[in-house]
């Protein structure tokens, strides 16, 4: 037998076609359930056992670490130990492995500190301090936003100053240029400098280019329509002349827009690559008929798309199950009560349940539901594990050992615990090292230096804080000469208890065993890597803590439903499916009403969470929902008129729910759907950048502002300890302040 043969077994002709097909460049669209994994996985183990390609010559990059994480499981039952030379990975830490390797030809030294969200944020609003700019008047997330866009678009800060269109987009520019200065100081990148600098090198440097497009061989795209232009060039400039790049990706669930995903990436592939074939996988082995053909009709409605027709061999199935709830309240106690049924009735876990809405804040209802009823639940994006305080204070001491130019993590442990060091001696030595052009940890070096051979200090300090300096810096320099030839471990136990860390969490007033248990936690995640000992040990584990994301903490449980946004629930499916909150505002949201673009995206997410079920499929909506600051009533989804009746049925209801103001029929047709949504009212006065007065939360200034079905929908950024707000003005208590 042919090597490599019974890689074929059992694929139908459209998957057997793309695996076989070798050379060239390569577009497979993957309807939802179509096995997607299982094709890239069967062509990369048939490239390697059939054509005799080696390992080392094949990349695959996908775009969260649960996706590569099982795509490395699946390859190593295929190919056995030869999948450990394959390179398996996400975009984010591909580029975080070529910049450690290659960065120090654009600049870059190896020992760099990659930032999270909260980290950026403080970066930026050091910048803004530095561009004399006032929070209050303009938000730091704001800005961060803009700053984001610019560098997917592969913008530096003088690209976004010439190519600004709006006075915001203006003083971003500025903050940026602060920005960039403050993270080549701390020798720091955020996640989208991976990308934007991997693609700098990539361009810059023909001989890094060419020496990992000679490696390269053959490059596959995993979920290839979330692709935004950095990532798409990167792939492009891997693949370089040989184009053997496939692609695989569906655009009918490209939901990243606001993440600078481009779908017209996937859309124009061919024009990019004329010579490309296409090959469609239409099979769902995920859902049955119903659930399937509810989707197409939906999705049907969308014009930027590329036609395909999916099928399944799974049966029609149950119709699926719509129910109009009263309020969030009573919508909540429907979806537990219906899973007891299910578990009670039908033997399904209540791990096969999953309860999927548009915003976070939708959570908070079946949260409360869940406690009172007694029910278990897992919250997917809560509080992620790294970002506990604990967890990031003894991160934030890692990464200074790491990167001791890192003067965030630094400004983050100095008084982690308290050792004597006020904000006045810090700003001191700050300006100081600014005027001596010296990182911040290596004026405490000097001051440690001078008190050590008996000099005046020569920073005009406090001789306790000078004491306290000189100490913190003699304990990370010894810290950091341990850390060479010590197990990471052993590195953490030392930090703990050189630090004080220990005793200061052990000893705190804010539940100190839970702090310290999250502490032994991350010991552990660290011991994993003490098993493989790689010579860069601290330095992988950081940056694959970097890279973990909200999706990739997810793990099954047969005994706890899954509380879930619908962004978050994408790849993943469960035997029943409750999407809740099927209103006009809320899906679609109210921010896409203006945008025929952005309508079309909501859609694809509602299309990508029905997609998600096998069996049992419930769609719900309330009358009133409390959303943003108010109360008020609801206009049933465009969504739920755009599937068919036939394929609709009212819930039973068990118990009486609360009188409505407007209560639906049910007929023959399925359950009748509200009329279209009223025409939008005059617009108000108010304007992005307007001073207002909210009779609760005080002074805000408007940061977005954007028409609803029936409404307007306005963004205000309040004083630190209130936030953002979004908010209805036909609801909100809202002032202008004039002048």
């Given at each position: 037998?042919?090597?490599g043969?019974?890689?074929l077994?059992?694929?139908?002709?459209?998957?057997?076609?793309?695996?076989?097909?070798?050379d060239g460049?390569?577009?497979i669209?993957?309807?939802p359930g179509?096995?997607?994994?299982?094709?890239?996985?069967?062509r990369?183990?048939?490239?390697v056992r059939?054509?005799?390609?080696?390992?080392?010559?094949?990349?695959?990059v996908?775009?969260?670490n649960k996706?590569?994480?099982?795509?490395r499981d699946r390859?190593?039952?295929l190919?056995?130990?030869q999948?450990?030379a394959?390179t398996v990975?996400?975009?984010?830490a591909?580029?975080?492995?070529?910049l450690?390797?290659?960065?120090?030809s654009?600049?870059l030294?190896?020992?760099?500190s990659?930032?999270?969200?909260d980290?950026?944020?403080?970066?930026?609003?050091?910048?803004?301090?530095?561009?004399?700019?006032?929070?209050?008047?303009?938000?730091?997330?704001?800005?961060?936003?803009?700053?984001?866009?610019?560098?997917s678009?592969?913008?530096?800060?003088?690209?976004?100053?010439?190519r600004?269109e709006?006075?915001?987009?203006?003083?971003?520019?500025?903050?940026?240029?602060?920005?960039?200065?403050?993270?080549?100081r701390?020798n720091?990148?955020?996640?989208?400098?991976l990308?934007?600098?991997?693609?700098?090198?990539?361009?810059?440097?023909?001989?890094?280019?060419?020496?990992?497009?000679?490696r390269y061989?053959?490059?596959?795209?995993?979920?290839?329509?979330?692709?935004?232009?950095?990532?798409?060039?990167l792939?492009?400039?891997?693949?370089?002349?040989?184009?053997?790049?496939?692609?695989?990706?569906?655009?009918?669930?490209?939901?990243?827009?606001?993440?600078?995903a481009?779908i017209?990436?996937?859309?124009?592939?061919?024009?990019?690559?004329?010579?490309?074939?296409?090959?469609?996988?239409?099979?769902?082995?995920?859902?049955?008929g119903?659930?399937?053909?509810?989707?197409?009709?939906?999705?049907s409605?969308n014009?930027?798309?590329?036609?395909k027709?999916?099928?399944?061999?799974?049966?029609?199935?149950?119709?699926l199950?719509v129910h109009?709830a009263?309020?969030q309240?009573?919508?909540?106690s429907f979806?537990?009560?219906?899973?007891?049924?299910?578990?009670?009735?039908?033997?399904?876990?209540?791990?096969?349940?999953?309860?999927?809405?548009?915003?976070?804040a939708?959570?908070?209802?079946?949260?409360?539901a869940?406690?009172?009823?007694?029910?278990?639940?897992?919250l997917?994006?809560?509080v992620?594990?790294?970002q506990?305080?604990?967890?990031?204070?003894?991160l934030?001491?890692?990464?200074?050992?790491?990167?001791?130019?890192?003067e965030?993590?630094?400004?983050?442990?100095?008084?982690?615990?308290?050792r004597?060091?006020g904000?006045?001696?810090?700003?001191a030595?700050?300006?100081?090292?600014?005027?001596?052009q010296?990182?911040l940890?290596?004026?405490?070096q000097?001051?440690?230096?001078?008190r050590?051979?008996?000099?005046?200090?020569?920073?005009?300090?406090?001789?306790?804080?000078?004491?306290?300096?000189?100490?913190?810096?003699?304990?990370?320099?010894e810290?950091?000469?341990?850390?060479a030839?010590?197990?990471?471990?052993?590195?953490?136990?030392?930090?703990?208890?050189?630090?004080?860390?220990r005793?200061h969490?052990?000893?705190?007033?804010?539940?100190?065993d839970?702090?310290?248990?999250?502490?032994?936690?991350f010991?552990?995640i660290?011991?994993?890597?003490?098993?493989e000992e790689p010579a860069?040990?601290?330095a992988?584990?950081?940056?694959?803590?970097s890279?973990?994301?909200?999706?990739?903490s997810?793990?099954?449980?047969?005994?706890?439903?899954?509380?879930?946004?619908?962004?978050q629930a994408?790849?993943?499916?469960?035997?029943?499916?409750?999407?809740?909150?099927?209103e006009e505002?809320?899906?679609?949201?109210?921010?896409?009403?203006?945008s025929?673009?952005?309508?079309?995206?909501?859609?694809?997410?509602?299309?990508?969470?029905i997609?998600?079920?096998q069996h049992h499929?419930?769609?719900l909506r309330?009358?009133r929902?409390?959303?943003?600051?108010?109360?008020?009533?609801?206009?049933?989804?465009?969504f739920?008129?755009?599937?068919?009746?036939?394929?609709?049925?009212?819930?039973?209801?068990?118990?009486s729910v609360?009188?409505?103001?407007k209560r639906?029929?049910?007929?023959?047709?399925?359950?009748?759907?509200d009329?279209?949504?009223?025409?939008?009212?005059?617009?108000?006065?108010?304007?992005?950048?307007?001073?207002?007065r909210?009779s609760?939360?005080?002074?805000?200034?408007?940061?977005?502002?954007?028409?609803?079905a029936?409404?307007?929908?306005?963004?205000?950024?309040?004083?630190e300890?209130?936030?953002?707000?979004?908010?209805?003005?036909?609801?909100?208590?809202?002032?202008?302040?004039?002048?």
């Amino acid at each position: 037998m042919t090597p490599g043969v019974e890689l074929l077994e059992g694929l139908n002709p459209a998957q057997k076609e793309a695996v076989e097909t070798i050379d060239g460049p390569l577009l497979i669209i993957a309807g939802p359930g179509s096995g997607k994994t299982r094709v890239i996985t069967h062509r990369i183990a048939y490239l390697v056992r059939a054509c005799g390609v080696s390992p080392r010559r094949i990349i695959a990059v996908t775009f969260t670490n649960k996706a590569a994480r099982e795509m490395r499981d699946r390859l190593q039952q295929l190919v056995g130990a030869q999948a450990d030379a394959l390179t398996v990975g996400t975009f984010h830490a591909f580029c975080a492995l070529l910049l450690r390797r290659e960065g120090e030809s654009i600049g870059l030294p190896a020992n760099y500190s990659i930032y999270d969200a909260d980290d950026q944020l403080s970066l930026i609003k050091q910048a803004m301090e530095l561009a004399e700019l006032e929070p209050k008047r303009n938000p730091p997330q704001a800005i961060r936003s803009v700053i984001s866009k610019a560098k997917s678009l592969l913008m530096d800060s003088r690209g976004l100053a010439q190519r600004a269109e709006t006075y915001f987009e203006e003083i971003s520019a500025r903050v940026f240029h602060h920005y960039e200065e403050l993270l080549a100081r701390n020798n720091a990148v955020d996640f989208d400098d991976l990308l934007m600098k991997a693609v700098l090198l990539l361009q810059e440097v023909s001989e890094v280019r060419e020496r990992y497009q000679s490696r390269y061989q053959y490059l596959m795209v995993d979920e290839f329509q979330d692709t935004n232009v950095a990532q798409y060039r990167l792939a492009r400039l891997l693949a370089g002349d040989q184009a053997n790049i496939c692609v695989v990706g569906d655009p009918d669930q490209s939901i990243y827009s606001w993440r600078s995903a481009d779908i017209r990436n996937i859309l124009s592939f061919q024009q990019d690559y004329p010579q490309a074939k296409t090959i469609s996988l239409e099979q769902n082995y995920r859902s049955t008929g119903a659930i399937l053909e509810a989707a197409q009709n939906l999705i049907s409605v969308n014009g930027m798309r590329l036609q395909k027709g999916l099928f399944t061999d799974n049966g029609q199935g149950a119709p699926l199950v719509v129910h109009e709830a009263y309020d969030q309240e009573e919508e909540a106690s429907f979806v537990l009560g219906e899973i007891d049924r299910l578990v009670r009735e039908e033997s399904v876990k209540p791990g096969d349940c999953a309860v999927m809405y548009r915003v976070n804040a939708q959570s908070r209802a079946l949260e409360e539901a869940c406690l009172h009823r007694g029910t278990k639940y897992r919250l997917v994006g809560g509080v992620r594990f790294y970002q506990r305080r604990e967890v990031k204070d003894l991160l934030a001491y890692l990464h200074l050992l790491h990167n001791p130019a890192d003067e965030v993590n630094l400004s983050r442990v100095i008084s982690v615990p308290p050792r004597g060091i006020g904000a006045k001696s810090m700003q001191a030595l700050a300006r100081w090292a600014l005027d001596q052009q010296i990182p911040l940890f290596t004026a405490m070096q000097r001051i440690a230096a001078c008190r050590s051979a008996g000099e005046p200090c020569p920073v005009a300090l406090p001789s306790r804080a000078a004491k306290a300096v000189a100490d913190f810096a003699t304990m990370v320099d010894e810290l950091i000469a341990s850390s060479a030839n010590t197990r990471i471990v052993d590195l953490i136990d030392q930090v703990l208890e050189a630090t004080g860390l220990r005793r200061h969490i052990q000893s705190g007033e804010d539940r100190p065993d839970e702090r310290w248990e999250n502490i032994l936690e991350f010991r552990e995640i660290a011991q994993e890597y003490n098993a493989e000992e790689p010579a860069d040990g601290l330095a992988t584990l950081l940056e694959r803590i970097s890279l973990v994301a909200d999706v990739d903490s997810y793990e099954e449980s047969e005994e706890s439903i899954t509380l879930i946004t619908l962004h978050q629930a994408k790849g993943l499916e469960f035997p029943v499916v409750f999407i809740v909150g099927l209103e006009e505002g809320l899906l679609p949201h109210s921010r896409s009403m203006e945008s025929e673009e952005q309508l079309e995206e909501e859609r694809r997410l509602c299309y990508v969470g029905i997609t998600r079920a096998q069996h049992h499929l419930y769609l719900l909506r309330a009358f009133r929902r409390g959303f943003m600051g108010s109360t008020g009533p609801t206009v049933s989804s465009r969504f739920l008129r755009e599937i068919p009746g036939h394929l609709l049925t009212a819930a039973k209801r068990e118990q009486s729910v609360k009188p409505a103001s407007k209560r639906s029929s049910f007929g023959a047709r399925g359950p009748a759907i509200d009329a279209p949504p009223a025409p939008m009212p005059v617009r108000p006065t108010l304007e992005i950048g307007d001073l207002v007065r909210h009779s609760s939360f005080g002074e805000g200034v408007v940061t977005d502002f954007v028409a609803t079905a029936g409404d307007h929908e306005v963004t205000i950024q309040f004083r630190e300890d209130v936030g953002v707000k979004r908010l209805l003005l036909s609801f909100a208590p809202l002032e202008k302040i004039e002048g």
